[in-house]
């Protein structure tokens, strides 16, 4: 696996691959149509900027998130664009079946080439008396490897959020999410051409032979993790999500790798940042971020992403700041220099094979530019001569 953004890790792991998350984000006075027009846009600036995958997350019911249907957005940004890979991150496995993820994503090869990249996430309740994974275990904020890696945030459905409302339509019922193992096995024998009806093979163009590559995408040292190591399959580790379990997350997949379709293990970590052309403004364009994280943290949904100004007006209380604290402090924030030098200590902290970045501002014009001097940047960390070595 290669990017189009720098090299593979080198020496010290200078030079890693950056690619973009995007969850269509809508900003406030805006439509869902202008976000979905602003995403193609700044897809064709990633792919001119070098960035090498475009991702697309999926989300339900929320006001500020227009990214409900990221397959369709996905063919979108593939026939926008021609060099970048695209796919999404993730498909929440349990909301569709196996047999629609496969040939969904394989009539999205068939029709833009193999640049197409599938990743998968668990969804849903577990079923009832599951225990939680060892790394949600209460513990005290920690910096590792100058790393902040705070305490893990006890993320619970409220039975009238919108998180409960989007299962019920959706049809998920507690204990689904431990199908993903079997929904993944149809998945993989379906693009494989090896899935068996009493000893027939049963095929399903597109999706037989389709030159997808497949992902596992997780938040904690849970089942994802482990499922993902144990295949020898690529793996997305959330630090702009789950900041307080990305370690975990990671040591758990490496620890269950085995070889597969990969012989080492390859992972991606994401993080949430935002570039300005200098301090001062990156710290004004990031206004507003706690506000719509605890949108969703609180269960009523993202809201529309407010206005610097917006912002400033409607602060949060004691107790809304506390419940996104975590999420505050590990954004990266700054000019590019900056955001870079904690993009290396991310990678350096967890041995990231390439960087995910997802940025949302208010304006899209400036979301843009975020990410074309980070881009901008990093290339040149990537080209600059390793430093001299003294002999004595």
Request: charged content about 20%; cysteine-free; hydrophobic content about 45%.
């Amino acid at each position: 696996m290669t990017g189009a953004l720098g090299a593979e890790s080198g020496a010290g792991g200078r030079a890693v691959p950056l690619s973009v998350l995007d969850l269509v984000p809508v900003s406030s006075g805006s439509t869902a149509t202008t976000a979905l027009a602003n995403t193609l846009d700044l897809a064709r600036a990633a792919e001119r900027a070098g960035y090498a995958r475009y991702w697309l997350a999926e989300h339900h019911l929320n006001p500020g998130v227009a990214g409900s249907a990221p397959n369709i957005v996905i063919g979108a940004v593939a026939a926008a664009t021609s060099t970048i890979r695209v796919g999404s991150a993730a498909t929440l496995v349990g909301n569709v079946r196996g047999l629609q993820i496969a040939e969904t994503f394989g009539t999205l090869a068939a029709l833009y080439g193999p640049r197409i990249d599938l990743g998968l996430g668990r969804s849903g309740a577990p079923a009832p008396g599951t225990p939680k994974p060892p790394s949600l275990a209460p513990r005290e904020d920690e910096v590792v490897d100058g790393l902040l890696v705070p305490a893990p945030f006890d993320f619970r459905i409220a039975p009238r959020s919108r998180f409960a409302l989007q299962g019920e339509l959706l049809g998920r019922v507690p204990g689904d999410v431990d199908r993903f193992s079997d929904d993944l096995a149809v998945i993989r024998a379906l693009f494989a051409g090896t899935y068996t009806r009493d000893g027939v093979v049963v095929e399903a163009p597109p999706a037989t032979g389709a030159p997808v590559e497949l992902w596992i995408h997780g938040s904690t040292g849970g089942e994802s993790a482990r499922t993902a190591g144990a295949l020898g399959l690529p793996y997305g580790a959330n630090y702009h999500t789950s900041p307080g379990t990305v370690l975990a997350s990671v040591q758990a997949y490496r620890d269950a790798f085995r070889p597969g379709v990969l012989d080492a293990p390859h992972v991606i970590v994401s993080a949430d940042v935002v570039v300005g052309r200098t301090p001062d403004e990156a710290a004004e364009l990031a206004l507003g971020y706690g506000q719509w994280v605890h949108s969703i943290r609180s269960g009523v949904g993202a809201v529309e992403y407010p206005t610097p100004d917006a912002a400033r007006e409607h602060p949060l209380d004691d107790a809304a700041a506390a419940s996104v604290a975590d999420r505050i402090a590990t954004r990266f924030v700054g000019d590019a220099g900056t955001v870079a030098d904690r993009l290396e200590t991310l990678r350096r902290a967890t041995g990231a094979d390439e960087l995910l970045v997802t940025t949302i501002t208010h304006d899209h014009a400036a979301r843009v530019r975020s990410y074309e001097l980070l881009a901008a940047e990093w290339a040149r960390r990537a080209d600059a001569p390793e430093p001299a070595v003294a002999v004595r």
